[in-house]
């Protein structure tokens, strides 16, 4: 009999589950921003995936033509100074950014959701001291900050994930906690306390799944923010030289005298996909934003 009831449960929940989803898509379908967001990152991943199968040259392939050339029939947006093919770059630079953007986003969701619990459930000297920590991330120049810490640790794709995690995760905090002090004084938490249930339990089981959606929301948008950062960082060298990124494009662009050379080619197709990828990324989370919040569907 409690296998019986055990497999009925979790055919209930999965039912549940599925239930959520296909009403979550049917909201976001109608979405007409969330879905050119969806398809322009969905088009982005897959150059990402298949870099190496549509790229006509390596990532490190130098002297496929004259350094500087323009746009030609063998390299469609010309050459870098070391005879590189930029469009070949650019593809594989796709790679890094989302990379990049996808992990620490991550990342810096989950220190500020671990941070924003804590915080809102505990209150007291606790939420004090942790929000004093929190205010006062948010009141140093983040870039400057970033850039502090980038040049400290060196360069490197890990240091650049954990230099923009650290420095993103107060906003994402201060959001959670937010959510937590309304969601700890609901019925539902103050009848699992009543029972006897821990405070774990209720974190984990009662008020983690309430926020989830909100962190992932959020997160979508942190993903905009983390690729923003890290074409910043490596725009003013603080790259990963190791790794090609659409950042690292317009570092060695400028550095080289491309735009007082007027080498629109190199310049322009990275500045273009850094653009779409972040709009991307933005109508997505903005339309969860309109998901979580009925108040601002249209």
Known sequence: MKNIRSKGAKISKLQLYHKRVANFWRIYSRNKMGMIGLIIVTFFAAIAILAPYISPYGEWEYLTGPPFSPPSKEHLLGTDELGRDIFSLVIYGTRISLLVGVTAA?????????????????????????????????????????????????PGMGNIILVISITTWPTTARIIRSQVLSLKERAFVESSRAIGSGDIYILFHHILPNVVPLMFANMVLMVSAAIISEAGLSFLGLGDPHHTSWGMILHYASEHGAIAGGMWWYIIPPGICLLLLVVGFVFIGHSMDEILNPRLRR
């Open 106 to 154: 991550l990342f810096s969701t989950v220190i500020g959701t671990v941070i924003g619990l804590i915080s809102g459930y505990y209150g007291g000297p606790v939420d004090h001291i942790l929000m004093r920590i929190t205010d006062a991330f948010l009141i140093l120049p983040s870039l400057v900050l970033m850039i502090i810490l980038a040049a400290l640790l060196g």
